[in-house]
């Protein structure tokens, strides 16, 4: 009850594309729901983070789009370019709680 | 942007050797936290700290690991009896309030011979 599920495992689109990262839980006590960006040899950063009662949010060319009753999460990545190449997380914590669950990440090639 | 510093950023050693990693979170967050990575898979969570205390810990975190507040600026993870699955990167995280945003250290690479 305490995973998050993530696809795909890697994704490849072309410079100025729509990629789109899923994510998926089970446990309803969670209530903040973040994606990190990581590129090699460098720890996970904040990229945009969403919490239950809001359908979407958006920053710049990155959207959250939030699904409750599903149970689903997913990010878009707009206009996407070539330094957006990295990994990709999700991640669930529990209410206060300190806990974050991640996903299993997705790799985003953008090709020029 | 503040940072969360890990020193060192590599280390290597035998497997049965004691290994502590280390840590200075954000000077004015109150909660830190050490996660794992090993190679090409999910981030992990390990321990969370607070008011000088372990408030979470996952399975992971058994009797070989320790943290530690040693002073007013460092957060440590010592592992007494590193094995091999103990390979990994480590990564320090310090947040300012509980469940609020996680600010991540560049990691340290373990690897366990």
């Known amino acids: 009850q305490q995973q998050v599920k993530q696809s795909p495992q890697s994704l490849i689109v072309q410079k100025g594309g729509i990629p789109i990262i899923n994510c998926a839980y089970e446990?309803?006590?969670?209530?903040?729901f973040p994606w990190y960006q990581q590129f090699p040899g460098k720890g996970p950063a904040l990229l945009i983070a969403?919490?239950?009662?809001?359908s979407e949010k958006k920053e710049g060319r990155f959207t959250i789009s939030f699904n409750k009753s599903a149970k689903q999460f997913s990010l878009h990545i707009m206009d996407s370019q070539p330094g957006d190449s990295a990994t990709y997380f999700c991640a669930a914590n529990l209410i206060q709680g300190q806990n974050f669950v991640f996903g299993p990440g997705t790799r985003l090639s953008v090709l020029p | 942007e503040p940072e969360v510093t890990q020193t060192p950023s590599h280390q290597v050693t035998q497997m049965g050797q004691e290994v502590i990693l280390r840590c200075v979170p954000i000077?004015?967050?109150?909660?830190f936290y050490w996660y794992r990575q090993i190679l090409g898979q999910k981030v992990e969570f390990l321990v969370s700290f607070y008011n000088n205390e372990i408030s979470e810990k996952s399975e992971i975190f058994d009797d070989q690991f320790s943290v530690e507040r040693p002073d007013g600026s460092n957060f440590t993870l010592k592992i007494r009896s590193t094995k091999l699955e103990d390979s990994a990167m480590y990564f320090c995280?310090?947040?300012?309030?509980?469940?609020?945003?996680?600010?991540f250290g560049s990691g340290t690479q373990l690897s366990v011979l």
């Open positions: 446990n309803t006590a969670f209530d903040y």
């Open positions: 995280a310090s947040s300012e309030a509980p469940g609020g945003k996680l600010f």
């Open positions: 000077s004015n967050h109150l909660y």
């Open positions: 969403i919490r239950p009662d809001v």
